[in-house]
């Protein structure tokens, strides 16, 4: 029937593009879509889809694509030609060939993640873009609160040039805080800054009530001899801060006269020691740094914008432009932590196994999960520039990741829960199984059948696997359930040819001979799941490779130890 054979050609091409399951409205959409004459017939042709859709929803993904070979063989043509069209950003205002400079600007006190990823993807590729300058500068000016660790210095390094992103300068901020010394004094002298010893609880009530800090209008002479305090000790931690004027009017109290720089007794920080005791806060010290560093154009999140306000005093003072800013929305990915003090506080507690643990959302964690660096790259870009905060699923990342590692992944049999499988009447056979359905080239696995011993399936497949069913044993031949009980299965032979299989619709299981133990650990939310089973004994894994688990999964190896391979599953 000429429907039938429209609706297998669409359903099949569907199950391919959206990893093995059709959907029957969507195939029904594309044969009236494509087909207008037929829409008459909407009605009768409903049916024929949903039977068709069933039956190749049945089919393994490789049993599928098969198929479609078999029957549209163009499709594969047309996909090998037809060229992905690339998502691109958009230009930059402002911005000219070999001027641009962008920076970013990670606290070293933690190993940053997908959120913090976004600001270095985008500074990096635009600078790119424009045959620019990228800048890392370690904002490390926190000795206290978030102190800096020489660890996440190392970790930061590492995770950028696996993204792909090769700093042209590498700046601290911790060695500059002479630099922010000279601006402080600077603007002391032109009466745009002040130090302030008033309690900070005092502070705050007059700050929110628009009112003057007493010490706000002495003498720039006094002012200085303030300062000279602060920086040779006679001022202890908290008595002092360097404040840059504003306006006390402003609306948002934060902004009125923010401090700049203050005092830390001890700091004993990991680059400096002890030579310091004034150190500059954030807006202060970036605000300097990105005049004297060239930058261009600023990439950060929305929750900065007030950042923003405040340091545009300093460059209004100071006769500077302020650079372009570029601000954007936050980036988080559903039901995946990325919190740093969140992670930190997980760690300490014992809840989360490190820093890379797979249930997080650093670049460590997402790269020990099998997610590539292109995938990451695909979704920053995708999700562009926009100022409105944006939740992508896993199932986005996913989808991006899956593109890219199902070209270049093995396939194994991984039966999880083993439960033996004796089967009778069936002689000593070897399936030959390609590493790669698309790719022959890359050679075979062997799996024997041998009389008299078992084979291992899955606890999973109990459903199928009932007195009287029949199931076909992928790649090997088809049997006959004959008894089942808690601890083996017993089947009889039925026959070798896959096409009895496909005919009768019976349904399609994995398998193992002599396996090799394996555990797969799966993230699900705020727990680890891990799932025992045997991998081909054969498997030829190595440790950081994404090989997929035949009806499983895409796993990365974690660990390949001497008596059992240790996985972390990334997704379908």
């Known amino acids: 029937m000429e429907v039938e054979r429209i609706a297998w050609k669409y359903a099949l091409i ?23 004459e037929l829409r008459p017939k909407a009605r009768e042709i409903v049916p024929i889809v949903n039977k068709v859709v069933d039956e190749v929803n049945k ?8 198929k479609l070979k078999e029957l549209y063989p163009e499709y594969f043509e047309v996909k090998k030609e037809k060229k992905e069209e690339k998502k691109g950003l958009p230009s930059l205002p ?22 913090n990823a976004r600001a270095a993807i985008l500074s990096y590729e635009y600078a790119r873009m424009y ?26 390094i590492e995770d950028l040039k696996w993204l792909g992103i090769e700093p042209d300068e590498i700046v601290y901020a911790s060695d500059r805080l002479e630099i922010y010394y000279k601006y402080a004094e600077e603007l002391i002298r032109m009466g745009k800054a002040y130090v302030c010893t008033c309690p900070p609880e005092k502070f705050r009530e007059l700050r929110d009530k628009g009112i003057a800090c007493p010490h706000r209008n002495e003498p720039v002479e006094v002012q200085l001899e303030r300062w000279r305090k602060m920086l040779n000790g006679e001022y202890k931690e908290g008595e002092a801060v360097v404040r840059v004027k504003t306006d006390l009017n402003h609306p948002n109290p934060a902004v009125r006269d923010w401090p700049a720089l203050r005092i830390i007794d001890n700091p004993n920080h990991p680059r400096t020691g002890n030579k310091y005791r004034v150190w500059p806060l954030y807006n202060f010290a970036s605000a300097i740094d990105d005049h004297e560093l060239g930058v261009t154009h600023i990439f ?17 003072y100071l006769g500077w432009e302020y650079p372009i800013t570029v601000h954007h929305g936050r980036l988080s990915i559903e ?13 300490e507690e014992g809840k989360y196994l490190g820093w890379d643990d797979p249930r ?11 997610i590539r660096p292109e995938a990451i790259k695909e979704l920053i870009i995708e999700v562009g520039l926009k100022r409105s905060d944006t939740t992508v699923s896993w199932d986005n990342l996913a989808a991006i990741n899956r593109k890219l590692v199902d070209p270049i992944a093995n396939r194994y049999f991984f039966v999880a829960d083993p439960i033996p499988m004796y089967v009778e009447n069936a002689e000593e056979f070897e399936a030959k199984i390609p590493l790669h359905p698309d790719h022959p080239e890359r050679g075979y696995r062997v799996l024997k059948f041998t009389p008299g011993k078992p084979i291992y399936v899955s606890k999973d497949d109990l459903n199928l696997l009932k007195p009287g069913n029949f199931v076909r044993l992928k790649d090997l031949f088809n049997v006959e359930i004959l008894e089942v009980s808690e601890d083996s299965i017993k089947a009889r032979f039925h026959s070798y040819d896959y096409e009895v299989a496909r005919k009768n619709k019976w349904r399609m299981i994995h398998w193992v001979t002599e396996g090799r133990p394996c555990e797969v650990i799966i993230p699900e939310g705020d727990e680890l799941i891990i799932r025992r089973g045997l991998l081909e004994k054969d498997a ?33």
């Open 300 to 316: 950060r999140g929305q929750e900065h914008a007030e950042n923003e306000t405040r340091q545009r005093y300093i460059y209004e």
């Open 59 to 66: 089919l393994s993904l490789e049993e599928q694509k098969a």
């Open 131 to 156: 045959d620019g300058k990228f800048i890392l500068r370690f904002d490390d000016t926190d000795p206290k609160v978030k102190r800096p660790e020489p660890i996440f210095y190392e970790m930061i």
């Open 360 to 370: 997080l959302g650093t670049i460590r964690a997402l790269r020990r999960r099998g």
């Open 14 to 36: 569907n199950a391919v593009e959206h990893d093995g399951k059709a959907n029957p409205k969507a195939v029904i959409g594309k044969i009236l879509g494509e087909n207008p």
């Open 94 to 115: 402002k911005a000219e060939k070999g001027k641009v400079v962008t920076r970013f600007a990670p606290n070293p006190d933690g190993a940053f993640h997908l959120g």
């Open 540 to 572: 030829n894994v190595k440790v950081d490779e994404v090989v997929q688990f035949e009806r499983f999964g895409f796993v990365r190896i974690d660990r390949v130890e001497r008596d059992k391979v240790i996985a972390i599953f990334a997704h379908k």
């Open 335 to 347: 039901g995946v932590i990325l919190s740093k003090s969140k992670t930190r506080k997980g760690i």
